[in-house]
DNA sequence: AATGAATGAGCATTCATTCAT
DNA sequence: CATGAATGAATGCTCATTCAT
């Protein structure tokens, strides 16, 4: 029941601030958004800000098992990849929203404690490094500095993502956000340059 | 005398920004800065948002006529970009507290006409997007949605020089920034899929 | 039953208002206290104030039997008022909380009808009063005003009390409130200058 | 300038302090009465407690010298009582609401640093007492606890001038404040017995 | 009677912007 | 042009009270 409230102050969080953007979304509007009373929402968050951070945290949950399940698996490195972006693109095609979110929203005011923001916004290219570590020990990909490699992933993948998201043309959104697994993953491996 | 009271603002508002966050940024905080009377800010800005894109406008600028230069050359597409890209993260190194803003800020709440703001997060990746385009008709590179690589390699920059600027480690900062251009195009153009 | 939850509300009140203060004092600390849910408050107070109104009464009423006493006995006006203020603080040192909210609270925001509080406040100095009339009919104490007199005991005795109650000096706390009976009946009687 | 506007809020929040306690007291209705915007309270004080503190602080300055002139002079104690006394009522009489608000509000939440509330209520028992110090050496006064009597002291005149504010017959409200000085020092020089 | 989730009026405080000097 | 005091709409958050269960 109070898993469902919360659930309810969530999905209106995460309407309004995809419409709105964090910092102009105010709690009156969700709670509006939501069908309860502001002070409902105090009963389930402490504040705005940890509203966002659980939309973060249950974003991030969402790719947590199957991020750690690829970890764990023999498979090629970029099978690995293309099945984390496959999952990831997937997510944001479900609720372009969330994806919103997630790919605009950059609060780490003072980045204290580990929240649902940081995980995402540190926790996922330190994933990503840890990937592609193992990778270079295999000798599966050439030597360089992961932690740069790393981040030139996670960003590519968040911007890619973005132009889906607020891509205004519906047709569009769909095939980018339905290609751009293979196709960066193809990007990451070989690169663009033409074969001679 | 104009001019130099709008530098002067315009630094000061970097400063600010870049450790407080636009959002976190006061116009009083950043006419303390500049030495100035609030008010004194309203007589070269017509409001606290034109302040930010200004900043983006004259980091643009920095990087426009280089970007032209390039896009007419006659070299080689990577070596183009690698050009390009050593201009930027010369520029970012330089000055780190504009490097943050530039890669931390994304308000477009409405997206209303062109300005700093989209010429820099929109525009670029454009730019880039044209000059894939013409390596494509050269068959310099591979097929493929110029308009997706143009996205991957902008989010790729924009996200190392993020991991660059935020970097407590002023020496690993200072690496990843000279660094970056190269290897950032060395994955762009070749992968990091170990050779055969 | 129902006087015994009633009693427990009571006595958590205290604790928590002479922590925190009725203003700081909130309904859901209070039942967190008395190991109640705050609804369970609403079925025995009609609100929050009624609750330090019933903690003045409740103090009321266990002076007011002895103040009854003595009022109509036959002893010297010191001797009545030493045995009332022995009552008094003897009660404040068996509850120094409730001794605290005694003395620091003073809601009479309407003083709408007769209520514990002001039963206590205006209530204490008319008897005070009364002592002193008939005091005075019987020649035992000075010509004077004595609406004055009582309002100016009445306050010696709330601030000696709150001396003591707030003193972190457990030590001197207790020598207070041993003490101050004799010594302000003392005080009253012949005041402070010293024999000629 | 800045003076007179903070004068303006120190009048306006007396008034409505006094009218309607400081914790019903809204920084609007505060503003209102000042014929100011809210905004402008801000500019002037930190927070609405400061107002508070600020109005305490400005009655004790009113007396601080006459105090200091007093404790340094070499008149007897009871005189120097009544110069004191006759100083503090006549400042009540000419600021009702005032007196209301020095009577009434007791906020100590913390007690945090020196603040005007403290100076007043700690303060001022403090210099009664070092008085009666002085007074105790020259054998003006019996032995006895200067602490405590210094309590019962600050008490009768807190809770006398109380009696004076809060009364709705302002007759009686001027008789009261007229002879409490030398009624109240008659009392605590010679106690209120009648002589053999 | 007991519960405690839901309520929403209420309020302190902030801060971009204005404009009289 | 420069100033900075004044403005007041906007907003996050609190908490006494209610009421369906």
Redesign the interface.
């Known amino acids: 029941m109070g898993r469902n409230k919360k659930e309810i102050i969530r999905e209106a969080a995460i309407k309004v601030m995809a419409e ?2 964090y ?2 979304s105010t709690t009156d509007r969700i709670a509006q958004e939501a069908g309860l009373a502001v002070g409902t929402i105090y009963n389930y968050f402490g504040n705005k800000e940890e509203i966002l951070e659980y939309i973060f945290a249950v974003e991030v949950e969402k790719r947590q098992t199957a991020f750690e399940k690829q970890l764990q698996s023999e498979k090629p490195i ?1 099978e690995k990849l293309e099945a984390l972006l496959e999952l990831h693109f997937s997510e944001i095609a479900k609720n372009i929203a969330a994806g919103q979110i997630l790919v ?1 929203e ?2 780490h ?1 003072g980045k204290k404690e580990a929240n649902g923001i940081s995980a995402f916004l540190d926790g996922v ?1 330190q994933l990503i490094q840890a990937l ?1 570590d193992t ?1 270079l020990e295999q ?4 030597p ?2 992961t ?3 790393a ?10 993502a ?2 889906a998201v607020f891509s205004q043309d519906k047709q569009l959104q769909k095939e ?1 956000l339905e ?2 697994a293979s ?2 993953v ?10 001679p």
């Not at 000798?139 to 050439?142: M, T």
């Not at 981040?151 to 890619?160: C, K, L, N, P, Y």
């Open positions: 709105l953007g910092h102009h970029f605009r950059r609060q005011p290219p592609l990778a000798g599966e990909i050439r360089g500095s932690r740069l490699l981040a030139a992933i996670f960003g590519a993948v968040q911007e890619v973005a132009t980018i290609n751009a196709e960066l193809h990007f990451f491996s070989l690169g663009m340059k033409a074969s």
